[in-house]
């Protein structure tokens, strides 16, 4: 298994970056990618509307957890009745 440091200094040669530069790009997707959870996961409980999760993340986000949710409800329902 690589390290996050190898993955570091890969991602710095090829993209022929600063390391520091990767580092914050590694936060700001890390970041973006934690409210985008958050932000889903409030809209799955019935926090917010599906209009304001949308305005939040984008209809593809809102439409792939709308699929998902319904997925695991199905395979729910078929563990229950089997």
Do not use: C, F
């Not at 690589?2 to 997707?29: C, F, G, W």
């Not at 809209?43 to 509307?49: D, K, T, V």
């Amino acid at each position: 298994m690589k390290s996050v440091a190898t993955y570091l200094a890969h991602l710095a040669r090829e993209t022929d970056k600063p390391e520091a530069e990767i580092m914050a790009l590694a936060i700001q997707v890390g970041l973006k990618q934690l409210w985008r959870e958050r932000v889903l996961g409030r809209y799955l409980r019935g926090e917010i509307a599906r209009e304001e999760a949308i305005e939040e993340v984008g209809i593809d986000w809102v439409e792939m957890a709308d699929r998902q949710n319904q997925a695991m409800l199905q395979d729910l329902d078929w563990a229950l009745r089997a």
